[in-house]
């Protein structure tokens, strides 16, 4: 405190404040400011000796970013609420390091902490609410330590935090609310271990571990609202929980029952907000129409093949189904007034028609896929869209009214397709900026697209991209078309 009032100019002021507060900074290299006693980033080796213990009022203890290896005993402040040790090399912890907080210390964060058992110093914190530990190496996870800090905790974050493997000390976690066991080679959760906690648990995590199947212990957790089993590999779905969720992640594991999904989201109707299912198994789309509150839903690097079946929310706003095996536009998405983007790149689409399209799509990403042939009906009347990405399909032949009818088309995206012609259906789009025609390697340009100099020479030339033969397009109207 004294150092920071020397360099408050009134001294007013900072009678006033040592008034108030009335304590020491307990570290002579460390300030302290509100309740909180700042070490971070001292250049430490070892906790510092304590130069006053007048430190009633200083709850919030910051040794973060140091180089601390050892916490002796009678170096910490007595009756703190909140100590982290974050980005310290920590490896040994005297018994009774924290035993002047043993009924206050709530909150107890490492981040890089090198010991490989959890510290038997937390077996004396009796009012223990959040722990974290994140890039460590921890292989024994001490179960006296857990008995005791279990009556009390919270919240429990263990990030890379050493290998887990199925954790039997879960059962002691019994006010648990929010558990994170993420990239710590979980296997399994032993069944019926989170009984004694259940009606508390909301929030679970066991991203990035390596479950194949969803763990039984979860499958009855009354109060559970977000549950993320991203990044496992994950097949059997049977456990879910029917809970009324609010976000269920199980991108990158290896799901394949949509079905079943459908039916276990349906205790989810009214609650799910975020639903992530990228880099699974599924061969079609889930229903999904009854989730009243799903806006977003990413299903890309699945094995979806079948158009017909699934369904989502009508006023879903977001899909993406890039990299599937769509041979169409799904039929599910045909009706979703509010779907402005059309995200299928990389799918087996061969042919799209009018119907298929969502109303009030602006942005079609239909690159890589399989069309060859754009018709007079390929696309609604008056369409909605602005943006056209259709590079990289083997597109060959495109009516002479394929756009007819586009009042807003801003952008045609033809790159690597097959066209051998620049597209006279051009001619009837006043609103063209961008045309894109780079690596279609046969195309030419004749006389015969002529008309299209009006809609072309307009464009700045930075925005019409390819070559026909030796010259790039635009130079082709330029310099060119005139002379025809
Ligand atoms: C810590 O709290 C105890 C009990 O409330 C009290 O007796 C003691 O003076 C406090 N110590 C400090 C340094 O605040
Ligand atoms: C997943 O966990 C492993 C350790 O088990 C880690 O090396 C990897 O970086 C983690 N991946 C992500 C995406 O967090
Ligand atoms: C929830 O935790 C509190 C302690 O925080 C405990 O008293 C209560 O019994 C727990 N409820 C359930 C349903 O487990
Ligand atoms: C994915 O699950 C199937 C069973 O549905 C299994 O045969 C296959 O080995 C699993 N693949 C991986 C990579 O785990
Ligand atoms: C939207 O289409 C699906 C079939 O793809 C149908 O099940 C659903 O009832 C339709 N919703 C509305 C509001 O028309
Ligand atoms: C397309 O727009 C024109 C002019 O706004 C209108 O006359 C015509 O009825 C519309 N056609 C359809 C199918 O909506
Ligand atoms: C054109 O081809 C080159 C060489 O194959 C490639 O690097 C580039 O990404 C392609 N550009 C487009 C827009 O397809
Ligand atoms: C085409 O015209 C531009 C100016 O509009 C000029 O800079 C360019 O050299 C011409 N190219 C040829 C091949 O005549």
Redesign the pocket.
């Known amino acids: 405190m004294r150092n920071v009032c020397w360099t408050i100019p009134s001294i007013f002021y900072c009678l006033l404040f040592l008034q108030v507060s009335g304590f020491d900074c307990p570290y002579k290299e460390c300030f302290c400011e509100g309740r909180t006693v700042f070490c971070v980033n001292r250049g430490f080796n070892a906790t510092p000796e304590i130069v006053s213990s007048n430190t009633a009022g200083l709850t919030w203890l910051m040794f973060d970013t140091n180089n601390i290896k050892d916490i002796p005993a009678g170096h910490l402040p007595a009756n703190l609420t909140e100590i982290s040790f974050d980005y310290n090399p920590v490896e040994s912890i005297d018994d009774n390091a924290f035993i002047g907080s043993a009924d206050t210390l709530e909150l107890l964060s490492f981040w890089g902490a090198k010991f490989s058992k959890l510290p038997d110093a937390l077996t004396h914190l009796k009012a223990l609410k959040y722990l974290s530990i994140y890039d460590s190496n921890v292989i024994d996870w001490n179960v006296n330590v857990m008995k005791e800090i279990g009556l009390t905790l919270e919240s429990l974050f263990l990030r890379n935090a050493g290998v887990v493997l199925s954790p039997s000390w879960i059962q002691y976690l019994s006010g648990i609310q929010e558990l994170n066991l993420e990239s710590c080679l979980v296997t399994s959760l032993p069944d019926n271990s989170l009984d004694t906690a259940d009606g508390n648990i909301t929030i679970i995590s066991l991203f990035n571990n390596s479950l ?1 199947e969803v763990p039984k212990a979860i499958s009855n957790l009354p109060a559970l609202k977000k549950l993320n089993l991203g990044n496992n ?1 994950i ?2 779905i049977t456990w879910l929980p029917r809970s009324q969720l609010t976000s269920l992640i199980l991108d990158h594991n ?1 799901i ?1 029952d949509g079905q079943f999904l459908s039916n276990v989201l349906r205790s989810s109707s009214d609650s799910l907000r975020t639903l992530t299912l990228q880099v699974n ?1 599924l061969t079609a789309i889930p229903e999904l129409d009854f989730l009243s509150n799903l806006k977003k839903v990413d299903l890309s690097y699945n094995r979806i093949a079948d158009p017909n079946l699934g369904s989502f929310p009508v006023d879903m706003f977001e899909v993406n189904l890039e990299h599937n095996l769509l041979p169409f536009i799904p039929k599910a998405l045909s009706n979703l007034t509010r779907l402005i983007e059309l995200e299928m790149i990389s799918n087996m689409v061969r042919q799209i028609t009018a119907e298929d399209f969502p109303p009030g799509v602006i942005w079609v990403f239909l690159g890589h896929n399989l069309i060859t042939e754009l018709e007079d009906t390929t696309f609604p009347v008056n369409s909605t869209i602005q943006y056209l990405h259709l590079n990289n399909n083997p597109i060959n032949h495109i009516s002479n009214k394929a756009f007819h009818n586009f009042p807003k088309l801003t952008l045609v995206n033809l790159a690597e397709t097959k066209i051998t012609r620049l597209p006279l259906a051009l001619a009837s789009v006043s609103t063209l900026i961008v045309f894109d025609a780079t690596n279609c390697t046969e195309l030419v340009c004749t006389c015969e697209e002529k008309s299209l100099a009006p809609v072309l020479t307009p464009v700045l030339s930075g925005d019409v991209h390819g070559n026909c033969g030796d010259t790039s397009i635009y130079e082709f109207f330029a310099n060119y078309s005139s002379a025809c």
């Open positions: 194949t590999k097949s059997s290896n394949s198994q």
